[in-house]
């Protein structure tokens, strides 16, 4: 993954803000995902950095949330923060983050 944010084939690294409670924060993340044939999804998760608002507003609890990062836009849920007070973030279907194109995947699995 990138640390400038650029894409990578496995999700994205770097700024985002995230809208949770109307509340645009500023964050920094690390996501994931993959594409899950059982059910036909693209579950996409990952960290946001500890950030002292996105604490406040949270309040420890599961909140629905909105990722923006420059590559896209996505719903998604806040759970609990683990004890370093980073909380998880994940969604189904289109991730906040540029998809390799198809040829790209099914090329590099066959090399």
Same mark, same amino acid.
């Given at each position: 993954?990138?640390?400038?944010?650029?894409?990578?084939? +496995? #999700? $994205?690294?770097?700024?985002?803000?995230?809208?949770? /409670?109307?509340?645009? %924060?500023?964050?920094?993340?690390?996501? !994931?995902?993959?594409?899950?044939?059982? +059910? #036909? $999804?693209?579950?996409?998760?990952?960290?946001?950095? /500890?950030?002292?608002? %996105?604490?406040?507003?949270?309040?420890? !609890?599961?909140?629905?949330?909105?990722?923006?990062?420059?590559?896209?836009?996505?719903?998604?849920?806040?759970?609990?923060?683990?004890?370093?007070?980073?909380?998880?973030?994940?969604?189904?279907?289109?991730?906040?983050?540029?998809?390799?194109?198809?040829?790209?995947?099914?090329?590099?699995?066959?090399?």
């Amino acid at each position: 993954m990138s640390e400038t944010g650029e894409h990578d084939e +496995d #999700g $994205y690294r770097g700024p985002a803000t995230l809208l949770l /409670a109307d509340t645009e %924060v500023p964050v920094e993340v690390e996501l !994931r995902g993959y594409f899950q044939p059982i +059910d #036909g $999804y693209y579950h996409w998760y990952g960290r946001v950095k /500890a950030n002292e608002r %996105v604490s406040e507003l949270a309040q420890g !609890r599961k909140k629905k949330a909105e990722i923006r990062t420059p590559q896209g836009s996505a719903h998604g849920e806040l759970s609990d923060p683990d004890p370093w007070d980073r909380y998880r973030i994940m969604g189904t279907s289109t991730p906040p983050f540029t998809l390799p194109a198809w040829s790209e995947v099914v090329s590099a699995e066959t090399s």
